[in-house]
């Protein structure tokens, strides 16, 4: 299969790149990078072992031409751009881009009636699980439980609350019934007076070269539950996004996301 990757150059892009060059079943076939990147032009085959050229582009309709599928790493407003061309061309995506806003998120997902597309923006395996759990444990719980949620992700992260944070607080909500805008709180300053039963808070630390660590705390009265996930390598995103890519290049159009392809739903 061959794999195009938009935002190659990024760290998440040259993982996947190079997960992709040492997967026999895989071929890394295209990349794409914004207009003015620096890179542009130049040859990534030799870096990744490859016999055969493996030039940057700035051409997502090229890159779509030269692959199976496009996994895309890259910012909200090259994604929809790109899953346009791709519902063009009737290609799968892959996409694990964060900090859509809900337009872009409506953009993504009109253009995804007319192909394949994995949108997730954790694509760990172990983050897919602890959603799984985590809606599962709000069910039973309640709102006797106060439920808040962590995450710490490196210095560089532009966007906060981190999407995965936001798809655990999403999963929450929708077992205990509350209102994002009504009933959710992103950190606090002040007197905030007591805690209501029904609010939910999520809280983004940013530093250092942090992966990407979170944790969802049900706390009642005599005990605390903690789910926690802590990532130590980039390299689960790229493997999961490579799963994700497995799974859909032969899916009808649609939008599926990673419960669907580890079959937790």
Do not use: W
């Not at 030039?55 to 899953?83: N, Q």
Request: hydrophobic share 40%; proline share 4%.
């Amino acid at each position: 299969m061959r794999i195009g990757v938009a935002g190659a150059c990024g760290r998440m892009g040259g993982r996947i790149l190079a997960l992709a060059a040492a997967d026999e079943s895989l071929e890394p076939a295209s990349a794409v990078e914004r207009s003015g990147h620096p890179r542009l032009g130049t040859d990534l085959g030799p870096g990744l072992g490859l016999t055969a050229p493996l030039l940057v582009t700035e051409s997502c309709e090229e890159a779509l031409a030269g692959c199976d599928v496009l996994i895309d790493f890259s910012s909200p407003e090259a994604t929809v751009a790109h899953a346009q061309a791709a519902a063009k061309a009737h290609k799968p995506m892959v996409i694990g881009t964060t900090g859509l806003d809900e337009a872009q998120t409506a953009d993504l997902n009109q253009a995804a009636s007319k192909f394949p597309c994995v949108y997730a923006p954790n694509m760990s395996m172990g983050i897919n699980v602890l959603c799984k759990l985590v809606a599962e444990a709000a069910r039973v719980l309640g709102l006797d439980y106060n439920v808040e949620i962590t995450e710490i992700h490196h210095r560089f992260k532009r966007d906060a609350p981190s999407g995965t944070a936001k798809r655990l607080a999403a999963l929450i909500a929708e077992q205990l019934q509350l209102n994002a805008d009504r009933d959710f709180v992103y950190g606090r300053e002040g007197i905030t007076g007591e805690r209501p039963r029904d609010q939910l808070a999520v809280h983004a630390l940013r530093g250092g070269d942090v992966v990407g660590d979170h944790t969802v705390t049900f706390a009642g009265d005599g005990e605390r539950i903690e789910l926690v996930h802590r990532a130590q390598s980039r390299d689960i995103y790229a493997r999961g996004a490579l799963v994700a890519a497995k799974f859909v290049a032969d899916k009808q159009p649609g939008m599926y996301d990673m419960s669907d392809v580890l079959g937790l739903k």
